[in-house]
């Protein structure tokens, strides 16, 4: 088992850039969750899949926010035109399907910075 | 809608003694409870969970929390302390037994020698 995985583990940009990120879960999990962090907080939920079906976005991801899991394993979040409020940790997560077994588990996370 | 308290910011405690951190919760439903830490520059490790059953919840590291339903809390407990317990403790909430966490703002636990 070798635990959730992003890439990468720090990226700094310009304002305005585009900024791809990946999430590899734990690789029998079949959901996937990413959370945002900000300095002094807790994570704050973004949109979660279940195989490659996205089930839910929150509010919080604007237009210029996009997430994909094409075939249900690996998992990409991209930021369009970044801004500088932008700044984050960017959280993923897995678990797996069942009452007694879904227990979210994170990976190191991707911190972004922009400039 | 479901909601997170932890009302301190941080909480300072000496090695050898015992820990607590505080969690209240607020939810429509039946609340699925967790506790997670998060050292410097990491993602957050699962500590320990409540989806039913007993009130009282053994974990990793030798931590343990209790569900009290009349309080809405899920407290954090650790009988003694270690300076490698100082980390940054979250409590989340869902009121399903799966999908997105609600979490609180979290508690810096400080253990001093």
């Known amino acids: 088992d070798t635990g959730v995985s992003q890439d990468p583990r720090h990226k700094i940009t310009k304002r305005g850039q585009n900024v791809t990120f990946r999430c590899d879960p734990i690789s029998e999990h079949n959901r996937l969750y990413w959370y945002r962090q900000t300095l002094g907080q807790g994570p704050e939920f973004l949109t979660y899949?279940?195989?490659?079906?996205?089930?839910?976005k929150s509010r919080l991801l604007s237009d210029r926010f996009s997430a994909e899991r094409p075939k249900g394993s690996f998992s990409t979040l991209e930021i369009q035109r970044t801004e500088q409020g932008d700044s984050a940790m960017y959280l993923c997560a897995s678990s797996e399907q069942g009452v007694s077994t879904d227990t979210q588990y994170f990976g190191p996370g991707t911190r972004l910075t922009v400039l | 809608a479901q909601s997170v308290a932890q009302p301190e910011d941080q909480v300072n405690v000496a090695e050898g003694n015992p820990l607590t951190v505080k969690c209240t919760y607020s939810?429509?439903?039946?609340?699925?409870l967790f506790w997670y830490v998060q050292y410097p520059n990491r993602g957050l490790q699962f500590l320990l969970k409540?989806?039913?059953?007993?009130?009282l919840v053994k974990g990793s590291y030798g931590f343990e929390a209790e569900f009290n339903k009349s309080q809405t809390s899920f407290h954090l407990k650790k009988p003694s302390a270690l300076v490698s317990d100082s980390a940054l403790y979250f409590c989340a909430v869902r009121d399903s037994s799966w999908g997105k966490f609600q979490f609180g703002a979290g508690t810096q636990v400080v253990v001093t020698p």
């Open positions: 939810v429509s439903g039946n609340p699925y």
């Open positions: 409540y989806i039913t059953g007993d009130n």
């Open positions: 899949f279940q195989n490659e079906a996205q089930l839910e």
